[in-house]
């Protein structure tokens, strides 16, 4: 990429970096908005196979015969991110399901960033994925 800036729509730019993040996801960037948090859902909480309390929201419809979203947070970010977020009004939008969740020591998840391990990270994705994402997802 030559570009510095993108502008996706008014009052909303992402920049090179997350650019190249987002476009394995196309489309979505395109319907970002600035005002993408005024739909969230609430919180809920489930035990991971370690014993923390792993923070998570669903988002979209109910249509399962719609392919949905499963959203793996990078190192050090949270479910409530820019990027999460957007997939989220995406799936709200669009009527299709989407699950996003923090790992232990990140966001509204419980425990410290620094007992975690990337295998204890994984486990948890794992666990939430064939736990609660439910009929098909691509995961993001």
């Known amino acids: 990429l030559d570009i510095h800036e993108a502008p996706i729509a008014a009052n909303f730019t992402l920049h090179e970096t997350e ?3 987002i476009s394995v996801c196309g489309i979505f960037a395109i319907m970002a908005s600035p005002d993408i948090k005024s739909a969230m859902t609430d919180i809920k909480y489930e035990t991971g196979p370690d014993g923390s309390e792993l923070a ?3 988002d979209g419809g109910e249509d399962l015969g719609r392919t949905g979203f499963f959203w793996l947070g990078g190192f050090k970010s949270d479910m409530e991110g820019s990027k999460a977020e957007t997939l ?8 299709r399901t989407s699950f ?3 790992y232990s020591g990140h966001g509204a998840s419980g425990g410290f960033f620094v007992d975690g391990t990337i295998s204890a ?15 098909r997802r691509v995961v993001i």
């Open 100 to 102: 996003r969740f923090d």
């Open 19 to 21: 650019l190249r993040r």
């Open 88 to 95: 989220a009004s995406l799936a709200r939008d669009t009527r």
């Open 121 to 135: 990270w994984a486990a948890q994705a794992y666990h939430m994925f064939t736990r609660k994402a439910l009929g």
């Open 56 to 58: 998570y929201r669903e």
